[in-house]
């Protein structure tokens, strides 16, 4: 792909500076949003975490409204 098409984009996150290069096709058949759509779905599906049902609940001290 030419450089022509790409885009450069730099974002920071909290101390991280991520800087990407995205190239854009012009036959591309999906839009940018649902190519974007897609991959966090995918992601989601790939990485399902183990979930389970919480018995009591998890705190370190009790209330201050229980006393």
């Known amino acids: 792909m ?3 098409n790409a885009v ?7 101390k991280t500076t991520y ?3 995205v ?5 591309a058949e999906e839009t940018m949003e649902d190519k974007i759509l897609r991959l966090i779905r995918n992601d989601g599906l790939a990485n399902q975490p183990e ?3 919480m018995e009591l ?8 409204r229980s006393a």
């Open 8 to 14: 450069f984009l730099t974002r920071h996150i909290g």
């Open 23 to 27: 190239y854009l096709s012009e036959t």
């Open 57 to 64: 609940p998890q705190m370190s001290r009790p209330s201050e």
């Open 19 to 21: 800087k990407v290069r």
């Open 51 to 53: 979930c389970g049902i």
């Open 2 to 4: 030419a450089d022509k």
